[in-house]
């Protein structure tokens, strides 16, 4: 066998690769973003007044490492995650109406603050360990709440 015939391998291996990759990250996105999609998803998040990168957060069940961006400003919270990671996650603009209280809880050495956002008829969780993204939440939340 020559090893001409091995060439689409490689080819076949990228490609499938790809799918599945493309595949998971759909299906991740069934279990809390794409349900904050339906209502707030955006072409591209706006600039924001504040921009953090998140070390740890976990939108409804599942957990994401250092993936979403978070950005503050007038219109609200915008997340976005990198472009490999895309597929099912259009960027996001939830307004400051959509979101609850943001609640300090503590686990053992570490801290965390979660909050709820709104979506038509449920409302979907979201922790994260961000002490800049709670402190910079704050005046956005105290603003909205007495704007109603």
Do not use: C
């Not at 609200?76 to 597929?87: K, M, Q, Y």
């Not at 503590?106 to 038509?120: G, M, P, V």
């Amino acid at each position: 066998m020559s090893p001409w015939h091995l060439l689409w391998i490689g080819p076949l291996f990228i490609g499938g690769f790809a799918a599945l990759w493309a595949f998971v990250s759909k299906v991740l996105s069934w279990l809390g973003w794409q349900r904050l999609a339906d209502e707030y998803a955006v072409a591209a998040a706006p600039p924001s007044e504040v921009r953090l990168r998140l070390s740890w957060a976990k939108l409804g069940l599942v957990d994401y490492k250092n993936v979403i961006e978070a950005g503050l400003g007038p219109e609200g919270l915008s997340l976005t995650v990198p472009a490999i990671f895309r597929i099912g996650h259009p960027a996001l603009l939830i307004p400051w109406a959509a979101l609850g209280p943001v609640h300090q809880r503590r686990q053992l050495w570490n801290t965390h603050y979660q909050l709820s956002i709104s979506t038509a008829g449920r409302s979907v969780p979201l922790a994260f360990r961000s002490e800049a993204l709670a402190q910079a939440l704050r005046p956005w939340l105290v603003e909205a709440a007495t704007a109603e």
